[in-house]
C-alpha cells in the first residue's frame, strides 16, 4: 500500500551560517516539528537545503548558488565545501539517503562554484547498504520520482522560499504556466514526445549494438591470437626446462672443480706447515753445528781417521740438508704460484658471483610482478586458492588455463545476453508502437468526450433559456424537465467515460514506467557486458605482459646458465635457485675468510713478538728513567732523615686536606644562605629582616666569597702536587 512520503533526517554543513568544519544534524518528528530561531540563526537555510536537496535549485537572489555557500573569506580559506545530506522515506515505505555536494573556490579575481556528483542510498534485499552515483540533472528527477511529488510541487508549493511566496500574484502567464507545472496538464503531450525520443534512442542503441558485436568478434578474434601465443609460451617454457637441465649438468662440473680446488688448497695448507717445520728444523741444525763447532775447538780427542770420516759423513749431511733447502725452496715457489692462481680463481669467483647475484635479483623481481598479476586476476574474478604468492610454473600455467576458461564462459554469456537482449527489445519495440497507437486513439477518443460534454453544456444552456422564454406554455413544460433530465444523464455518462479514459491513461503510465525499468535494466546488463569486454582487453594486456617477462626470465635463464653450471654441480629449480648460489657464494666466502685468517694470524703472531720487544724495552727504559730520578731526589735531601722528611711531609699533606674540606664546606654554605636569601627577605643566619640595600650587599659579599672559592681549592691542589712529588 503506497504511504505518504517523509522526511527523517538533514545534514547541513557549509550552507551560509553552518560551518563547514562541523556536521549539523536536524532530526524532523512526527506529526509535526517546528523550528525556532533568533534572526539569522538558519531558519530560511534549513528549508532551503531541503529545496536544493529534492530539487537541486538553488534559492533565489544566491547568484547562481554562490551566495548559498559558506563564504571562503570568512572560514579563512581558499576553498570551502559544502554537502547537503537528507535521509527520507519514498511512497514504498523504504529509506532513502540523498546526498548532493558542492565546493566553493576563492580566486584573485572572482569565486568559482562547482558541483559535484550526488550520491543515493538504498538498501537491497539482504538488508546491505547500496550506493549509487548520480550527475545532478539525473538526480533532480529521480529524488521527485521516489518521492511521489512533483519537481513543481516540491519548488512552489512544499518548499517554496520565503522570497517567492508571492508567485499566485504574478501575471497571466506566469500564473498559468506554474499552475500547468503544478498539475502536469502537458505530461501527455510531453509522454508522446517521449515515446518518440524513446523510438529514436532504441534504433541508436540498435546500431551502437551492432557496433559492439563487431568489437566483441573482434575480441574473439584476439582470444584466438592469445590461445596461439599460450599455446607458444607453453612451448618455451618446456624449452626452458630443458635448458635448466643443462645448467644443472654445468653446475655439477663446477662444484667438481671447487673440490678438486678446496683439496689443493689443503695441499697447501700442509706444504706450508711442511715447510715450516723444515725451516724450524734448520735453525735448530744451524744452532748445533755451531755448538759442535766450539766444542770440536776445545776437544778433539778422536784420531784423524775418525775426524775425517765425521767430517765427510758431516759434509753429506750438508749436502743433503742443502738439497732438502733447494728441493723446499722449489716448493714454496710453488706454492705461492699457486696461491696467486687460486686467488686469481676466487676473485673470478667473486665477480661470477656478483654478476649471479644481480642476475638472480632481476629474476625475483620478475617473478614476483608475474605473481602481483596473478593475484590481482584472481581476485578481481574471484578464483580461489590463489591468494598467496609465490607461485610456481605449474601455478602459472594453471592461472593461465583458468583465465581461458573465464573467457570462454565471459563469450557464452555475451552470446545469450545479445540474443535475450535482441529478443527483448524487439519485444519492447512493438510494445511501444501498440502503445502509442493506444494513446493516440485513447486521445482521440478524449478529445471527442470533451467536445460532446461541451455540446451538452451548451444543450442544457439552450434549454434553460428556452425554459425562461416558455415558462408560460404548461403543457410544454414537462416535456422541457425530461429533456433536460435527459441531457443530465447524457453528461453524467460522458464524465464517467471521460474518468474511465483518464483510467485507462493513468494505467498506460504505469506500463511505460514499467518498460522504462526493464529498458534500465537491459541497459546495466549492457553495461556490465561492456565492463567484461574492458576486463578481456585487460587480461590480454596483462597475457602480453605475462609473456613478456617470462622471455625475459628465460633470457637470463640462459645467459646465467654457463655461469650457474661452472659453480654448482647442476642447474636448480627456478625457485631454489637464489638459495644454492647464496650458500655457494657463502661457501667460497668462508674458504675466503679462513686463508686469509690463517694469514693474518702468521702476521700477527709476529706483529705481537715485536710488540712484546719493543714494549719490554720501553719498560726498560722507563724503569732506568724513574731510578736515576729516585736517585737524584734522595740527593737533594742532604743531612735530614728520610723518615723526618717522610712525616714533615705527611703533616703538610693532612694539612692541606684539611684546608681543602674546610674550602669545600664552606662553597656549600654559601650557595646555600645565597639560595635562602633569593628565596626570602630576611638573613638566613639570625633570621632578622633586611633593611633597604642590605639584601644586595649580603648576595653581593657571598657571591664575592663563592668566586674565591675555586681559586683556593687550585692552590691547595697544586700545593699538595708539589708535596707528593
Known sequence: KPEMTSVDKLLIQGIRSFSPQNQNVIEFYKPLTIIVGQNGAGKTTIIECLKYACTGEFPANSAGGKAFIHDPKVAGEREVKAQVKMRFRSVNGKPIVCTRSMQLTEKASKQNLKTLEGALQTYDQTGQKVSQSYRCGDLDKEIPELMGVSKAILESVIFCHQEDSNWPLSDSATLKKRFDDIFASTKYTKALLEIAKQRKAQKASVKEYKLKLQIATNNRDQAAQLKSEIESLKASIEEGEGDNKTLEERLSKCNAKIETLRKQKSEFANAFSELATHKAARVEMERISTVLIEQIKTMLDESDEELKDMLSQFDNETKNAASRLAQFSAKLKELNAEKATFERKLLTFSEESGNLRSQLKRYEQLRMERDGLIVEFTGRYEIVGFEDAPFNSQQAEQVVNLANEKMIKLKEQLTALKATFKSKSDKYGKTLESFQVEIRGLSNGNEQIKRQVENNKRTVEQTSEEMKKKKQYS???????????????????????????????????????????????????????????????????????????????????????????????????????????????????????????????????????????????????????????????????????????????????????????????????????????????????????????????????????????????????????????
Not at 416535456?479 to 493513468?506: F, M, N, P, S
Not at 535494466?521 to 609473456?547: C, D, F
Not at 674550602?663 to 646555600?672: I, P, V
Open 475 to 725: 403543457q410544454t413544460l414537462d416535456a422541457v424537465e425530461k429533456k433536460k433530465e435527459d441531457e443530465e444523464q447524457g453528461l453524467k455518462v460522458a464524465q464517467g467515460q471521460a474518468a474511465e479514459l483518464e483510467k485507462r491513461i493513468t494505467e498506460s503510465m504505469k506500463q511505460k514506467t514499467k518498460l522504462d525499468k526493464q529498458m534500465a535494466e537491459a541497459s546495466a546488463v549492457i553495461q556490465q557486458l561492456l565492463l567484461q569486454t574492458e576486463a578481456r582487453s585487460a587480461i590480454g594486456h596483462k597475457k602480453n605482459e605475462l609473456k613478456k617477462k617470462k622471455d625475459e626470465m628465460t633470457k637470463i635463464l640462459a645467459k646465467i646458465e654457463p655461469q650457474v653450471k661452472k659453480h654448482l654441480k647442476q642447474m636448480p629449480e627456478v625457485s631454489k635457485l637464489k638459495s644454492q648460489l647464496e650458500k655457494e657464494i657463502s661457501a667460497k666466502s668462508k674458504q675466503l675468510s679462513e686463508l686469509d685468517r690463517k694469514w693474518q694470524d702468521q702476521k700477527n703472531q709476529h706483529s705481537q713478538a715485536k710488540g712484546k720487544f719493543e714494549l719490554h724495552e720501553a719498560q726498560v727504559k722507563s724503569l732506568k728513567s724513574d731510578l736515576a730520578d729516585k736517585r737524584k731526589k734522595l740527593s737533594v735531601v742532604g743531612n735530614r732523615s728520610l723518615p723526618d722528611l717522610i712525616k714533615e711531609a705527611e703533616e703538610n699533606i693532612g694539612k692541606r686536606n684539611k684546608d681543602t674540606i674546610m674550602t669545600e664546606s664552606a662553597s656549600r654554605m654559601y650557595g646555600k644562605y645565597l639560595e635562602l636569601t633569593k628565596q626570602h627577605d630576611e638573613c638566613p643566619l639570625c633570621e632578622r629582616s633586611f633593611q633597604s640595600k642590605e639584601k644586595k650587599s649580603f648576595m653581593l659579599k657571598l657571591e664575592e666569597m663563592l668566586n674565591e672559592v675555586p681559586e683556593a681549592l687550585r692552590k691547595n691542589k697544586e700545593t699538595l702536587k708539589g708535596i707528593s712529588s
